[in-house]
């Protein structure tokens, strides 16, 4: 498979380009120590007033949890996800606690603040010399019940960790797309002073 070439348009550490979204793992188990770490990495994210909104709820490929987290995957992402060596799935919390007797409040960035979470966890997989690949694609009407999850917490994303697989092993239509993508140019996304 030949991969696309990923050149900033600006310098940036290596780790952000090498980051990638492969969908063929190799199957392989992962230390507990290495999804630890990876988790670690998540837990020094940035938030709102510290609030610190994510959570998290994991499985290693194998353990007793494995197959409940694998069969929360939609079809599309089953296929492919189960192979990998560890799956997260990444809840935030919309309320935050009132104090002082006042009642609990609305969250307004938690989603923000849980994606800057998974953004941490994903790089921390990269240094460590794996793979992530998130997915929207979870059953989000199940996962509350099934994981014993307050209602909350909303179900943001699910994402698999692994090494990197043969792509072949994967279904013809993905095969093709199993390289890394290239970014939109800075000059389309980031402006000067006002919009566009």
Same mark, same amino acid.
């Given at each position: 498979?030949?991969?696309?070439?990923?050149?900033?348009?600006?310098?940036?550490?290596?780790?952000?380009?090498?980051?990638?979204?492969?969908?063929?793992?190799?199957?392989?188990?992962?230390?507990?120590?290495?999804?630890?770490?990876?988790?670690?990495? &998540?837990?020094? /994210?940035?938030?709102?007033?510290?609030? !610190?909104?994510?959570?998290?709820? +994991?499985?290693?490929? *194998?353990? %007793?949890?494995?197959?409940?987290?694998?069969?929360?995957?939609?079809?599309?992402?089953?296929?492919?996800?189960?192979?990998?060596?560890?799956?997260?799935?990444?809840?935030?919390?919309?309320?935050?606690?009132?104090?002082?007797?006042?009642?609990?409040?609305?969250?307004?960035?938690?989603?923000?603040? &849980?994606?800057? /979470?998974?953004?941490?966890?994903?790089? !921390?997989?990269?240094?460590?010399? +794996?793979?992530?690949? *998130?997915? %929207?694609?979870?059953?989000?009407?199940?996962?509350?019940?099934?994981?014993?999850?307050?209602?909350?917490?909303?179900?943001?994303?699910?994402?698999?960790?692994?090494?990197?697989?043969?792509?072949?092993?994967?279904?013809?239509?993905?095969?093709?797309?199993?390289?890394?993508?290239?970014?939109?140019?800075?000059?389309?996304?980031?402006?000067?002073?006002?919009?566009?």
């Amino acid at each position: 498979m030949q991969m696309t070439a990923r050149n900033p348009d600006h310098p940036v550490q290596d780790l952000f380009v090498d980051r990638w979204s492969p969908r063929a793992f190799d199957g392989s188990e992962m230390p507990e120590t290495d999804l630890k770490t990876i988790l670690e990495a &998540a837990r020094w /994210a940035p938030s709102a007033f510290n609030i !610190q909104p994510w959570r998290f709820v +994991y499985a290693l490929r *194998g353990d %007793a949890h494995w197959q409940k987290l694998v069969e929360l995957l939609n079809p599309f992402n089953l296929d492919w996800a189960q192979h990998s060596s560890a799956l997260v799935y990444l809840f935030s919390d919309t309320e935050v606690d009132g104090k002082e007797g006042k009642p609990n409040r609305a969250n307004g960035s938690h989603s923000f603040d &849980a994606g800057s /979470a998974w953004a941490h966890a994903a790089l !921390q997989a990269t240094a460590l010399g +794996y793979h992530t690949h *998130g997915m %929207a694609g979870i059953h989000k009407d199940r996962v509350h019940e099934v994981l014993g999850v307050p209602e909350r917490f909303k179900p943001e994303i699910a994402f698999a960790i692994g090494r990197q697989g043969d792509a072949s092993r994967l279904d013809e239509s993905l095969q093709a797309r199993e390289t890394p993508s290239a970014r939109m140019p800075l000059s389309d996304i980031a402006f000067a002073g006002s919009w566009g």
